[in-house]
Structures are given as structure tokens and as C-alpha cells.
């Protein structure tokens, strides 16, 4: 399975009631503080307006899509937007099935490893460990035990650059990240500021252990 869409940064912003009138400046603010994917759930307002603003302000730089994609025909609609990412909170074989029919990407929520094979069968390209409040990291440790080689898993749900580590020494190849980092009204600096906090703890955890 290839994970290399998650490359150079596998941290992605879950723009969670991000609107249209924000987005141009948010989406800005975290792809110069060195974000490259980003999820504007659909319960957000207008949130095809945004997606649609968001791919046409950022281009090839950022891999825009949707979040809490719930229908093949949202699917369709996100692909409509210029979307080019499927993020689900399920593991609906029917959405993921719609997302590769259209050629893009598709992430879904997974909380046990009966989802996660599905999911896997079903052709999901990387699999969101979801909530992960109740799926500590020993839990992804055991998944990872019996997952293919290669398998993408993301926790999502209450992540803070302080938690990040415990995971990553559990395997977690990337995260999502939601209010930590975005909540409505938060400005473009202040979003900058807290990208940055989450990549420099991603890059910790990354660097080799001093001799």
C-alpha cells in the first residue's frame, strides 16, 4: 500500500466549521507554516464552497478535500468542488468504493480491527484511528501486530502536540488534527502558530535517539 500522498507531512487540518468567507487565509496560513492536506468536514457551512476555494487558492501544493463524507454522492459532490481526499468517521464499504471510482483518495474511520480489514479489503488508502480518545496507543500497537506491513493509520480525536509522541512510538504514521490546531474565528496567525507547535512536534519524534 502506498502511503506516499502523505509526503513530505502527514499532518492533516480538519477545518471543522471553516467558511467560505476564512478559508482563502486559513488554507494560506497553514500551507506556508508547511501543512499539506487539508479536510473541511461537510457539516461545516458552505463547506463545497470552501473545498472549491481551498483547491483553487492552493493547487498541486496541497491535497484539499472533505471530511465526514458520509454518501457516494457526497463523493461525487466533493469531486465536483475539486476535492481530491475522502475522510469518513465509518467505514462505509459503498463510500470507499465511490472515492476510488472517481480517483480519489480515501481515509475511514476505523475503532476496531473487524473495520480496519474491511476497510483494507474495500481499497481505503489509509485507515483513521477513530476517536482516539478510546484507542490508546497500546490498542494501535496490537492493530499494527496483525495489519498488513505498509498500513497508514492515523489517530484522530483530542490530539495536542504532547500526545503525538506515545503514538508514534506505537506506529502511527501521521495524524489529524481538529480543534488543536483550527476552531471557527481562530485567526490565520494564531493557526500558523499552532501548525507550527504540531510540526515541530512531529519532527521530534522523527529524529534519531542521541547516542
Known sequence: MSTAWMQPLPLVAILRGLTPQEAPAI???????????????LNSPQPLESIALLARALGDHCLVGAGTVLTPRQVEDVKDAGG????????????IAAAHALGLRCTPGVATPTEAFAALRAGADALKLFPAEQLPPPVLKAWLSVLPRGTGVLPVG??????????????????????????????????ARRARAFIDAWNKTNRDPTP
Open 27 to 41: 488554507g494560506l496560513a497553514l500551507a506556508e507554516a508547511g501543512f499539506r492536506i487539508l479536510e473541511v468536514p
Open 84 to 95: 481530491r481526499l475522502i475522510v469518513m468517521p465509518h467505514a462505509d464499504v459503498d463510500v
Open 158 to 191: 483530542g490530539i495536542t502536540p504532547e500526545r503525538m509522541a506515545a503514538y508514534r512510538d506505537a506506529g502511527a504514521t501521521g495524524f489529524g488534527i481538529g480543534s488543536a490546531l483550527y476552531a471557527p474565528g481562530t485567526p490565520p496567525t494564531e493557526v
